[in-house]
């Protein structure tokens, strides 16, 4: 017997399931309904239209329906909405757009892919012609088309995840005067605070306004009001506040609903519903790693869950792992990645962590782009389970943090990244990749071969006037230090040990932390009990001072930053 699958919503979900059940069942009727004009498209790279990376908005539109209808024989219908599911006649009611009729159609099994919508806050002038959001083709369209044509200068994006730091790189690279605006004290709540100064520096210095720890009051014609009461300027505002599933056609059809407000799905993207699945934006999954419900609206989940369901609903045995939580984002002239837990989530799921901070090359210092790789290690205190990472930098930084998720997955741990056999070619990486070389700092700490100090910590040992050791050559000292630092090189330091006290703490850096932790490790084995490496070291510390000094005006605890 023919059996009749139809799919609400296209794009990630909805049209990789349509795929997989067409590849299962050549048979099949299948029927995909999207309420827009376009069953399918790129919607990850949607901010890149604004700037002209993609020049053409239609290249944005991935398939057609009738590239549906001839090459897989299924049925896309474009401005056509699912508005009821009556589940016990398993029919759907469908308003058409275009002839402005209703009808109903049956099915075998529903799948919902309905995704996310954009928060619209209940502020004043949030539904102004000039403030625009970004979810689909058309919405790009319209906000290019209005920037252009009104010859709008400044413009606020509101939001400082991955769509709003998108959003507003694109436009800068077009030439417009940006503000971002977050209500959070970061962008990018992947990363933790000491790596995201690294973004906030570079958003500054590439002409970005930012500003941070102020949400967004109300919009007038020409500025947008923060919290604060600070007026900026926007002739155009996007709101990138976040998304919320689309439940509305789940809770009125009364499928269960899970307590992150998505749509509750078991291990195979059932519903509550047999005869129904839902997968994507709009759907509930399970974190590994918190052991916990939560949501995840990437690409990347909702097509392996599209191709779950669709297997399930053809008796293919599937294992749900759950999910851990793995992206990546370019800003301008960095690529930025994580996977897993950061400190910050880890402390609040009451996880007893540590961590690495280092800065190595990204391939060997010989060859040409050779850049320095920010990488932060997480992992569990004292199992050394593997937590998470984040990586920031020119390089790959995509390729360490797929290892490092890799890793996750099997339940790994530092003994396991250590011992990790990777590619290496001096233009690609180095012998000792950056994460195996995380994972062998980790092991250090975790097994009290020495201690540290982290570079948010560096600002409270300056003012209490703590002993410091900058151990870099006297040239890089006089270009910039701590203010209270006392110079004396890694080449020198066994010819001045009367000027190292034994009787109070001493903590060390260098650039990057490679020769202050060798000085600590050579005093440890001198007798020095209180000796700590500074976790990130100049370059580190510099970064993470940098945006704080510049919007509060205090006293800085360097002579000058250090930024290579």
């Known amino acids: 017997m023919t059996r009749k699958v139809l799919i609400v919503g296209g794009v990630a979900g909805g049209a990789s ?63 056509q909405e699912v508005i009821k599911i009556n589940r016990d006649a398993k029919t759907v009611t469908v308003k058409d757009y275009l002839t402005d009729q209703t009808y109903e159609e049956s099915y075998d099994k529903l799948v919902l892919s309905p995704g996310a919508k954009p928060i619209r806050p209940n502020l004043t002038g949030v539904n102004r012609d000039h403030v625009f959001t970004v979810r689909n083709v058309v919405d790009i369209e319209r906000l290019n088309a209005y920037i252009k044509y009104n010859g709008i200068k ?47 520096k570079e958003l500054i210095d590439q002409g970005v306004e930012l500003v941070l720890n102020d949400g967004l009051a109300e919009i007038s014609e020409q500025c947008i009001i923060t919290n604060s009461g600070r007026k900026i300027e926007a ?36 519903t509550s519903d047999k005869h129904i699945y839902a997968v ?17 609206p990437l690409a990347g989940p909702a097509q392996k869950q599209a191709r779950a369901a669709a297997d399930h609903m053809y008796g293919m045995p599937i294992r749900n792992n759950g999910v851990i939580g ?92 250590k011992d990790l056999e990777l590619t290496y070619s001096p233009m690609l990486g180095t012998a000792k990749d950056v994460v195996n070389h995380a994972a062998l700092v980790g092991l250090n700490l975790l097994h009290g071969r020495y201690k540290e100090v982290k570079v948010s910590e560096v600002r409270e040992l300056v003012e209490s006037d703590a002993f410091i050791i900058d151990a870099r050559e006297a040239h890089e000292f006089n270009a910039g230090h701590l203010k209270n630092a006392i110079n004396i090189p890694l080449s020198e330091f066994r010819d001045r040990l009367d000027e190292i006290p034994k009787d109070r703490p001493v903590y060390i850096h260098c650039r990057s932390g490679q020769r202050s932790y060798n000085m600590v490790m050579a005093l440890t084995h001198l007798g020095y009990d209180h000796v700590y490496n500074i976790s990130g070291s100049y370059l580190g510390i510099s970064l993470y001072e940098y945006y704080h000094d510049l919007i509060s005006g205090r006293d800085k605890i360097v002579t000058n930053y250090n930024f290579n």
């Open 154 to 200: 400044d413009i606020a994006v509101v939001g400082g995840g991955f769509i709003g730091v998108e959003v507003a790189e694109n436009l800068r690279l077009a030439g417009y005067n940006v503000t971002l605006v977050e209500f959070a004290n970061q962008v990018l709540a992947p990363f933790d605070a000491d790596m995201a100064q690294i973004l906030h």
């Open 326 to 417: 793995s992206s990546s984002i370019h800003v301008f002239e960095l690529n930025a990645a994580s996977t897993g837990l950061n400190a910050k989530t880890a402390e609040q799921a009451g996880i007893k962590y540590d961590y690495v901070y280092i800065m190595p090359q990204d391939k060997v210092g010989l060859m040409p782009d050779s850049h320095t790789l920010h990488f932060k290690l997480i992992y569990e205190y004292p199992t050394g389970r593997i937590l998470g990472a984040q990586a920031i930098g020119k390089g790959n930084v995509d390729k360490r943090i797929d290892v490092v998720a890799t890793m996750i997955t099997m339940n790994g741990t530092l003994e396991d990244l």
């Open 17 to 79: 399931v349509a795929a997989r059940v067409r590849r299962l069942d050549e048979r099949a009727e299948i029927i995909m309904f999207e309420k827009g004009p376009h069953v399918s498209f790129s919607n990850c790279s949607l901010p890149y239209h604004l700037s002209g990376i993609i020049e053409d908005s239609e290249k944005l539109v991935l398939s057609s329906p009738e590239t549906f209808k001839k090459r897989y024989n299924i049925e896309a219908r474009v401005n």
């Open 235 to 270: 002739q155009a505002v996007v709101l990138a506040i976040g998304v919320q599933p689309e439940t509305d056609l789940a809770k009125d059809a009364g499928l269960e609903i899970g307590e992150t407000n998505a749509i509750k799905v078991d291990s195979n993207y059932l």
């Open 280 to 296: 994507g934006d709009a759907i509930e999954v399970y974190h590994r790693l918190l052991q916990k419900p939560t949501r995840l």
